[in-house]
Protein backbone atom coordinates (compact mmCIF):
# COMPACT_ATOMS: atom_id res chain seq x y z
CA UNK A 1 0.00 0.00 0.00
CA UNK A 2 1.32 3.29 -0.93
CA UNK A 3 -0.01 6.46 1.04
CA UNK A 4 0.99 9.67 -0.37
CA UNK A 5 -0.44 13.33 1.38
CA UNK A 6 0.62 15.71 3.84
CA UNK A 7 1.05 16.13 7.67
CA UNK A 8 0.47 19.03 9.80
CA UNK A 9 3.98 19.80 11.36
CA UNK A 10 3.98 21.85 14.67
CA UNK A 11 7.88 22.00 14.29
CA UNK A 12 7.95 23.31 10.74
CA UNK A 13 4.80 25.52 11.60
CA UNK A 14 3.18 24.25 8.38
CA UNK A 15 1.42 20.89 6.31
CA UNK A 16 4.83 19.03 4.50
CA UNK A 17 4.00 16.27 2.18
CA UNK A 18 4.81 12.97 3.32
CA UNK A 19 4.73 9.36 1.62
CA UNK A 20 4.54 6.01 3.46
CA UNK A 21 4.64 2.49 1.56
CA UNK A 22 3.24 -0.33 4.03
CA UNK A 23 3.66 -4.52 3.52
CA UNK A 24 -0.33 -4.15 2.08
CA UNK A 25 -2.85 -4.73 4.16
CA UNK A 26 -1.73 -3.74 7.78
CA UNK A 27 -2.44 -6.02 10.50
CA UNK A 28 -3.78 -5.13 13.81
CA UNK A 29 -1.19 -6.90 15.97
CA UNK A 30 2.46 -6.59 16.03
CA UNK A 31 4.65 -4.17 15.71
CA UNK A 32 6.04 -3.08 12.10
CA UNK A 33 9.59 -2.41 11.62
CA UNK A 34 9.87 0.82 10.29
CA UNK A 35 12.45 2.72 7.83
CA UNK A 36 12.62 6.22 7.45
CA UNK A 37 13.52 6.48 3.88
CA UNK A 38 15.36 9.78 2.90
CA UNK A 39 15.32 12.01 -0.35
CA UNK A 40 18.33 13.62 -2.32
CA UNK A 41 18.88 17.10 -2.78
CA UNK A 42 16.76 17.14 -6.53
CA UNK A 43 14.07 15.14 -5.29
CA UNK A 44 11.10 14.42 -2.82
CA UNK A 45 9.11 12.29 -0.90
CA UNK A 46 8.09 10.67 -3.46
CA UNK A 47 10.66 9.66 -5.01
CA UNK A 48 11.64 6.00 -3.04
CA UNK A 49 8.05 5.46 -3.96
CA UNK A 50 8.36 6.24 -7.77
CA UNK A 51 11.94 4.89 -8.61
CA UNK A 52 12.64 1.48 -6.82
CA UNK A 53 11.16 -1.61 -6.29
CA UNK A 54 9.88 -0.05 -2.50
CA UNK A 55 6.21 -1.96 -2.07
CA UNK A 56 8.27 -5.03 -3.02
CA UNK A 57 10.70 -4.75 -0.44
CA UNK A 58 8.13 -3.78 2.33
CA UNK A 59 6.30 -6.70 1.05
CA UNK A 60 8.89 -9.10 1.78
CA UNK A 61 10.29 -7.59 4.84
CA UNK A 62 7.40 -6.53 6.52
CA UNK A 63 8.27 -3.01 6.82
CA UNK A 64 6.62 0.17 6.69
CA UNK A 65 9.05 2.77 4.76
CA UNK A 66 8.16 6.67 6.19
CA UNK A 67 9.50 9.79 3.21
CA UNK A 68 9.70 12.81 4.46
CA UNK A 69 9.68 16.54 2.91
CA UNK A 70 12.71 18.27 3.47
CA UNK A 71 13.14 20.52 0.35
CA UNK A 72 17.02 21.20 -0.29
CA UNK A 73 18.25 22.17 3.62
CA UNK A 74 20.82 19.73 3.93
CA UNK A 75 18.52 17.65 6.48
CA UNK A 76 19.53 20.68 8.84
CA UNK A 77 17.74 23.31 11.57
CA UNK A 78 18.40 26.06 8.81
CA UNK A 79 19.90 29.11 9.34
CA UNK A 80 17.36 31.37 7.09
CA UNK A 81 14.50 28.42 6.74
CA UNK A 82 12.92 25.39 8.59
CA UNK A 83 13.71 22.94 11.46
CA UNK A 84 14.05 20.34 9.24
CA UNK A 85 16.61 18.31 11.42
CA UNK A 86 14.81 18.20 14.33
CA UNK A 87 11.36 17.65 12.37
CA UNK A 88 12.86 14.13 10.60
CA UNK A 89 14.62 13.09 13.92
CA UNK A 90 12.28 13.64 16.43
CA UNK A 91 8.66 15.34 15.47
CA UNK A 92 8.60 13.00 12.67
CA UNK A 93 8.60 9.25 14.54
CA UNK A 94 6.18 10.94 17.02
CA UNK A 95 3.15 11.94 14.21
CA UNK A 96 4.05 8.35 12.55
CA UNK A 97 3.81 6.14 15.99
CA UNK A 98 0.13 8.16 16.17
CA UNK A 99 -0.92 6.75 13.35
CA UNK A 100 0.70 3.36 12.43
CA UNK A 101 1.82 0.25 14.85
CA UNK A 102 5.70 0.82 14.35
CA UNK A 103 8.10 -0.91 17.04
CA UNK A 104 9.24 1.69 19.69
CA UNK A 105 12.49 -0.58 20.05
CA UNK A 106 15.44 1.10 18.14
CA UNK A 107 16.91 -2.54 16.72
CA UNK A 108 13.34 -2.56 14.64
CA UNK A 109 14.12 1.04 13.21
CA UNK A 110 16.43 2.13 10.91
CA UNK A 111 17.28 5.12 8.66
CA UNK A 112 18.53 5.26 5.22
CA UNK A 113 19.29 7.51 2.34
CA UNK A 114 21.00 8.66 -0.77
CA UNK A 115 23.15 11.31 -2.06
CA UNK A 116 21.94 14.56 0.36
CA UNK A 117 19.45 12.00 1.80
CA UNK A 118 22.85 9.45 2.90
CA UNK A 119 24.13 12.70 4.60
CA UNK A 120 20.94 13.14 6.10
CA UNK A 121 20.64 9.49 7.16
CA UNK A 122 24.12 9.36 8.81
CA UNK A 123 23.53 12.62 10.76
CA UNK A 124 20.37 11.38 12.46
CA UNK A 125 21.68 7.78 13.50
CA UNK A 126 25.40 9.34 14.83
CA UNK A 127 23.11 12.54 16.23
CA UNK A 128 21.15 9.90 17.54
CA UNK A 129 22.33 6.40 18.22
CA UNK A 130 20.30 5.04 21.19
CA UNK A 131 17.39 5.69 18.45
CA UNK A 132 18.00 3.80 15.38
CA UNK A 133 19.67 0.85 15.39
CA UNK A 134 20.48 0.48 11.83
CA UNK A 135 21.98 3.61 9.20
CA UNK A 136 22.41 3.13 5.35
CA UNK A 137 24.11 5.81 3.29
CA UNK A 138 23.85 5.47 -0.93
CA UNK A 139 26.37 7.50 -2.21
CA UNK A 140 26.22 10.17 0.53
CA UNK A 141 27.33 13.36 0.03
CA UNK A 142 28.76 16.20 2.48
CA UNK A 143 30.94 13.45 3.90
CA UNK A 144 33.56 16.44 4.71
CA UNK A 145 31.14 19.21 5.07
CA UNK A 146 34.02 21.28 6.52
CA UNK A 147 36.24 21.72 3.86
CA UNK A 148 33.89 22.24 1.43
CA UNK A 149 32.49 25.50 3.66
CA UNK A 150 35.94 26.81 4.12
CA UNK A 151 36.07 26.63 0.31
CA UNK A 152 33.27 28.06 -0.44
CA UNK A 153 34.15 30.78 1.86
CA UNK A 154 37.27 31.44 0.31
CA UNK A 155 35.95 31.14 -3.45
CA UNK A 156 32.07 31.62 -3.25
CA UNK A 157 31.95 34.77 -4.87
CA UNK A 158 34.35 33.76 -7.80
CA UNK A 159 32.78 33.63 -11.19
CA UNK A 160 34.77 30.28 -11.42
CA UNK A 161 33.25 28.37 -8.14
CA UNK A 162 29.52 30.26 -9.54
CA UNK A 163 30.12 28.21 -12.63
CA UNK A 164 31.52 25.19 -10.87
CA UNK A 165 28.69 24.14 -8.39
CA UNK A 166 25.85 26.67 -9.43
CA UNK A 167 24.14 29.31 -8.15
CA UNK A 168 21.23 27.36 -6.58
CA UNK A 169 23.62 25.36 -4.42
CA UNK A 170 25.85 28.47 -3.07
CA UNK A 171 22.36 29.80 -2.10
CA UNK A 172 21.03 26.37 -0.14
CA UNK A 173 24.42 26.59 1.46
CA UNK A 174 24.09 30.47 2.78
CA UNK A 175 20.35 29.13 3.85
CA UNK A 176 20.79 26.26 5.76
CA UNK A 177 23.83 27.36 7.13
CA UNK A 178 24.21 31.14 7.07
CA UNK A 179 26.26 33.28 4.77
CA UNK A 180 29.20 33.10 6.85
CA UNK A 181 29.16 29.35 6.28
CA UNK A 182 29.31 28.65 10.09
CA UNK A 183 30.43 25.07 11.03
CA UNK A 184 29.65 23.32 13.73
CA UNK A 185 30.49 19.54 14.84
CA UNK A 186 26.72 18.88 15.01
CA UNK A 187 27.06 18.96 11.25
CA UNK A 188 29.79 16.96 10.31
CA UNK A 189 29.56 12.93 10.04
CA UNK A 190 33.29 12.16 11.04
CA UNK A 191 33.06 14.41 14.38
CA UNK A 192 29.15 12.55 15.03
CA UNK A 193 30.38 9.05 14.67
CA UNK A 194 33.70 9.75 16.80
CA UNK A 195 31.07 10.96 19.38
CA UNK A 196 28.57 7.89 19.03
CA UNK A 197 31.53 5.65 19.30
CA UNK A 198 31.82 6.46 22.73
CA UNK A 199 28.33 5.59 23.45
CA UNK A 200 26.63 2.57 24.88
CA UNK A 201 24.74 1.51 21.84
CA UNK A 202 25.52 2.66 18.18
CA UNK A 203 23.46 2.00 15.41
CA UNK A 204 25.02 -0.91 12.44
CA UNK A 205 26.47 1.33 9.52
CA UNK A 206 25.97 0.76 6.21
CA UNK A 207 27.04 2.65 2.86
CA UNK A 208 27.44 1.57 -0.84
CA UNK A 209 28.86 3.70 -3.98
CA UNK A 210 29.32 3.49 -7.10
CA UNK A 211 32.79 3.38 -8.68
CA UNK A 212 31.69 5.89 -11.62
CA UNK A 213 29.71 7.84 -8.66
CA UNK A 214 31.46 11.49 -8.67
CA UNK A 215 31.10 10.97 -5.11
CA UNK A 216 33.13 7.59 -5.33
CA UNK A 217 36.43 9.13 -4.14
CA UNK A 218 35.37 11.04 -0.81
CA UNK A 219 33.03 7.68 -0.23
CA UNK A 220 36.41 5.81 -0.10
CA UNK A 221 38.35 8.62 2.38
CA UNK A 222 34.95 8.04 4.45
CA UNK A 223 35.37 4.40 4.83
CA UNK A 224 39.12 4.88 5.36
CA UNK A 225 37.93 7.46 8.21
CA UNK A 226 36.23 5.24 9.53
CA UNK A 227 37.90 2.24 10.32
CA UNK A 228 40.30 4.47 13.12
CA UNK A 229 37.24 4.25 14.66
CA UNK A 230 35.42 1.86 17.01
CA UNK A 231 32.28 1.50 14.42
CA UNK A 232 31.63 -1.83 12.95
CA UNK A 233 30.82 -0.39 9.06
CA UNK A 234 30.16 -2.34 6.29
CA UNK A 235 31.22 -0.50 2.57
CA UNK A 236 30.26 -1.84 -0.45
CA UNK A 237 31.25 -0.59 -4.14
CA UNK A 238 30.08 -2.03 -7.66
CA UNK A 239 30.35 -0.55 -10.61
CA UNK A 240 27.48 2.12 -10.96
CA UNK A 241 26.78 5.98 -11.05
CA UNK A 242 24.64 8.39 -9.00
CA UNK A 243 21.16 7.55 -10.37
CA UNK A 244 18.46 5.32 -9.68
CA UNK A 245 20.00 1.80 -10.85
CA UNK A 246 22.63 1.96 -8.13
CA UNK A 247 20.42 3.80 -5.66
CA UNK A 248 17.52 0.63 -6.05
CA UNK A 249 20.00 -1.92 -6.08
CA UNK A 250 22.06 -0.51 -3.18
CA UNK A 251 18.53 -0.14 -1.08
CA UNK A 252 17.79 -4.00 -1.63
CA UNK A 253 21.01 -5.14 -0.24
CA UNK A 254 20.98 -2.42 2.87
CA UNK A 255 17.20 -3.90 3.43
CA UNK A 256 18.33 -7.65 3.10
CA UNK A 257 21.84 -6.93 5.18
CA UNK A 258 19.89 -5.55 8.42
CA UNK A 259 16.37 -7.06 8.11
Not at 98 to 110: M, Q, V
Not at 126 to 139: D, M, N, V
Not at 229 to 235: E, K
Request: aromatic share 14%; charged share 25%.
Amino acid sequence: MILRGSVLSNVLAMETGITVVTPGMLKEEGNYKVVYLLHGLFGCNTDWANYSMLPVYAAEHDIIFVMPEVARSFYTDMKYGLDYFTYVAEELPLICKSFFNISARREDTAVIGASMGGYGALKCALSKPEQYGYCAAIAPACLFLKEGMDYQRAHGKTEEFSNMIGERLINDFEAAFGPELTWSPKFEIVELAKEASRQLVKPELYVACGTSDSLYAENIRFRNEMETLDFGLTFEEWEGKHDWYFFNEALRRAINRYF
